[in-house]
């Protein structure tokens, strides 16, 4: 069955704005209780069903609105989730790869490696290593690299003790977590 | 320090080598030899080439029998749950391989398989012939990244060496070469004499070459030179350390101008 196809024929039974009795619902569309009240949750979620009383569906101000646009009802959310979207095509995949064939590395060399056309690479790479070390992927090596200006403390050194797989990670300064694409799960981390 | 890439005579050819595998004739000749003295720049043009392509990349083991040498492909794969049982687990990666080959041939991109410090196991008929499997059954460009041994130990296996056509020596840097690094990675401007006397030192090791940018570069930046002029040159440097030597560890100093 398509999803949402239970959803989107409820939504249009619904249409006259008045309250019906579900088991009358549920004939009338001719699927399984639980199917229609699955389809009911969704509209609810959706904001387009009132809350039942006893066993009654009516649709909402919203609801009245979605079946005189012809709203059809898709699987799939409905906003930005928030969730990581994994892409292996992005500066930061490309980074993570370099780092898991050198393990041991400076900023510039997976610059070096990674970059394409991004702008700012230094410091879009100085950030995800952050939030790698913060959840302890990389850690920083006690010593530097000497620097070249007379100012410079000297280059950082990096070493990946913590691969978890070739997806690379994705950080959400939003929700302040790590995904790891890998374990498919998010670690919580605060970086700066 | 700049950290643009740039590309040298080693990677000209691996380049080269990888392009001439994706106009091959011999459908099953799709196994490339890559080896060279540490130093020479294998891994910053690995390092690179996998960032760019995606493609799989395992590191291999001394330790591996052809159990765990799937296991760890199919790990690299991103499969976190492997399929027990030996031929669900190849059958599996056969088609995994397969799926990502052709994502990447929509793409316009090359996906290969790449073996690293193959040393470790090329004189190992088990591993060999599982990856000369893998490789002919996906015509699957597959490198193969070694130090020494590993071109000798192939010979041992006549069947895979044939398959080998192609071998990628990582040689050590060319004048040209040493020039190129130094315009491309060097932030201040660099005499030809210098340059010279680097890749002199240097041996033509990579490694050495940008150890040798770094003092340049510091010496550079103290005394400012003109943007426009020649560069600094040995007598600029003079005195001053530029590498250390690679086999006694001491430091090597730019000669005083006679």
Redesign the interface.
């Known amino acids: 069955m398509v999803p949402g196809a239970v959803a989107t024929r409820l939504l249009k039974l619904l249409n006259d704005g008045r309250e019906h009795y579900i088991k009358g619902v549920v004939i009338a569309l001719g699927y399984n209780h639980r199917q229609v009240s699955d389809a009911a949750a969704l509209l609810r979620r959706r904001g387009f069903l009132t809350a039942t009383n006893n066993g009654f569906y009516q649709l909402s101000e919203g609801g009245l609105i979605a079946v005189k646009n012809n709203v059809s009802i898709t699987s799939g959310p409905i906003g930005p989730t928030g969730a990581a979207r994994f892409t292996d095509t992005s500066f930061r995949a490309r980074a993570w790869r370099a780092m898991r064939v050198r393990r041991h590395f400076s900023i510039s060399e997976i610059v070096g490696d990674a970059v394409c056309t991004e702008r700012q690479p230094n410091s879009n790479l100085a950030r995800y290593f952050r939030a790698l070390i913060a959840v302890g992927y990389v850690i920083e090596m006690p010593k530097r690299r000497r620097g070249t200006k007379q100012e410079s403390n000297g280059f950082k050194q990096y070493s990946l003790v913590k691969d978890t797989g070739p997806r690379a990670p994705g950080y959400s300064r939003k929700r302040k977590v790590l995904h790891d694409f890998n374990l498919g799960k998010d670690i919580p981390c605060v970086a700066n | ?5 740039v590309e040298t005579t080693n990677v000209r050819e691996f380049h080269g080598v990888i392009r001439a595998m994706e106009d091959r004739g011999a459908v099953e000749a799709c196994i490339v030899v890559v080896d060279g003295k540490p130093g020479l720049g294998k ?2 043009t ?3 080439w ?3 392509t ?1 493609s ?2 395992v590191r291999a083991n001394i330790g591996w029998d052809y159990s765990w040498f799937i296991t760890d492909l199919l ?4 499969f ?1 749950t492997i399929p027990y049982g030996k031929i669900k687990r190849y059958t599996l990666l056969i088609k995994t391989l397969s799926d990502r080959a052709q994502a990447a041939r929509v793409q316009g991109k090359t996906f290969t398989l790449i073996i ?1 410090e193959c040393d470790l196991v090329s004189s190992r008929g088990e591993i060999m012939e599982a990856i000369r499997g893998i490789s002919d059954i996906q015509s699957l460009p597959t490198i193969l990244v070694g130090m020494g041994k590993l071109r000798d130990n192939l010979r041992r296996f006549p069947q895979i060496e044939s398959r080998a056509p192609r071998k990628v020596e990582f040689l050590p840097a060319t004048l040209e070469d040493t020039r190129a690094l130094m315009v491309a990675r060097c ?1 201040v401007p660099v005499a030809e004499d210098l340059v010279a006397f680097v890749w002199k030192v240097s041996k033509g090791y990579n490694r050495e070459i940008l150890e040798a940018i ?1 003092h340049v ?2 010496a550079g ?2 005394l400012d030179p003109d943007p426009g002029g020649a560069g600094i040159t040995m007598a600029d440097m003079a005195g001053q350390v530029i590498m250390n030597d690679r086999d006694t560890g001491q430091p090597i100093l730019v000669p005083e101008p006679v």
């Not at chain 2, 320090?1 to 890439?5: G, H, K, L």
């Open positions: 320090m700049r950290p643009d890439f891994t910053t690995m390092a690179r996998v960032a760019q995606g799989v990349y790990t690299e794969l991103g976190q690293d932030e770094a570069e510091r930046l103290r």
